[in-house]
């Protein structure tokens, strides 16, 4: 199958992506003095509790690894232990761009103002957006590409999401438990015990409270949309994989005469297979299939920040994600229509694009808009 290829190929790219944003972080000025000591502070404070979080869950992915394996295919269990490090390893990519962006994001609003902060800011969130993706991305294709190649073997894809919802368990719930104690006893001591005023960097609280917010906001965070991103190709392709004959028909009219050059050469089916045969690989590949489209147009919508950034940096930030869902959508039409899918494929797609880009623009009414005045008259 061409497909997972194509799909190694465009994850290796978002990685590259996401070495190239860091590397731009890194070079951007530090600021003073003081800021650098600050910033380091925080930094190693996170890699520090990231350490220590990850020695306790490798354990626990050893043991659960060790009982799969009596019970399931070894494929499975190699699957899940990859699911599981590839998830770590993004966490671990994010949170080293974040603490190393706080710093310099505020060096460039001293000296470049509102746009010079936005763009470090956003380029230091897209590292792990860029690292959450391409590593979903990657090792899912590689599975598909190598050990389970056949409708038979979607069962290995499982342990692969098994072991990313691992990881986002004990990332995201000890990161919220860290992130809420920090906070506490910052406060408690800050304000109650020592009077220092809030945000003081005498209080080792506040340091610590900067460090919970990017173990939770930014490890655990990222933990939990790997794990719904793996989860919602795995349970596509599961679907795919147990579709009955007419079902596959009814999403893939165009096989019904036969199978075109291009279908057969992405499935890496031969000519004269089976009309429902390939219909049933190919659908098992299109969530791969977009998501290389999804990573193309998000690379798409991080490089054009570079223009937008001297907007107002809502409007920036709303022209990014409209403009990348916008693209997206077109893209996947494309693809529906060329592959001779059925139209009811590319309105789930719209379906859910939309209902994405709507959830966040509630998020933003209830929390930037009237409702955050009236309370706050």
């Known amino acids: 199958m061409q497909i997972p290829l194509i799909a190694v190929a465009v994850a290796i790219c978002g990685l590259l992506l996401a070495a190239g944003l860091y590397v731009f972080i890194l070079r951007s000025p530090t600021g003073l003095d003081r800021m650098r000591e600050i910033g380091e502070q925080i930094h190693l404070g996170a890699m520090t509790y990231l350490r220590a979080q990850y020695l306790k869950i490798a354990i626990f992915v050893a043991v659960v690894g060790l009982l799969l394996s009596f019970q399931y295919d070894l494929r499975v269990t190699g699957a899940f232990v990859l699911g599981a490090c590839a998830s770590a390893l993004a966490g671990f990519v994010g949170m080293k761009a974040a603490t190393r962006a706080n710093v310099r994001t505020t060096a460039a609003a001293m000296t470049k103002g509102e746009s010079g902060a936005l763009l470090i800011a956003f380029n230091g969130g897209a590292v792990m957006g860029a690292a959450v993706a391409s590593f979903g991305l990657l090792g899912l294709a590689a599975l598909v590409l190598l050990v389970a190649t056949t409708a038979q073997d979607v069962f290995v894809l499982w342990g692969f999401s098994m072991g990313a919802s691992s990881i986002a368990l004990f990332a995201r719930v000890g990161g919220g438990i860290f992130t809420k104690a920090a906070d506490v006893g910052a406060d408690l001591v800050g ?67 036969g199978s075109d050059s291009l279908v057969l050469g992405l499935v890496g089916a031969a000519d004269g297979t089976d009309a429902t045969e390939v219909g049933r690989m190919l659908l098992m590949g299109l969530p791969l299939l977009l998501a290389v489209i999804g990573l193309i147009c998000s690379t798409v919508g991080i490089l054009g920040m570079v223009g937008a950034r001297r907007l107002d940096p809502e409007l920036a930030l709303g022209v990014a994600e409209w403009g990348t869902a916008a693209l997206f ?49």
């Open 191 to 257: 304000k109650v015990e020592a009077g220092i005023p809030e945000d003081d960097p005498r209080n080792p609280g506040v340091i610590a409270d900067n460090v919970g917010d990017n173990v939770g906001d930014v490890a655990g965070m990222g933990a939990d949309i790997f794990e719904s991103y793996v989860g919602a190709m795995v349970a596509s392709i599961t679907i795919a994989a147990t579709l009955a004959a007419a079902e596959i028909g009814g999403l893939v009219p165009g096989l019904t005469g």
């Open 329 to 377: 959508l077109v893209l996947a039409l494309i693809v529906v229509l060329t592959l001779g899918l059925s139209l009811g494929v590319f309105f789930a797609i719209l379906t859910g694009n939309v209902a994405g880009v709507l959830i966040g623009r509630a998020t933003w009414y209830y929390t930037a808009a009237k409702p955050v005045y009236r309370i706050a008259e």
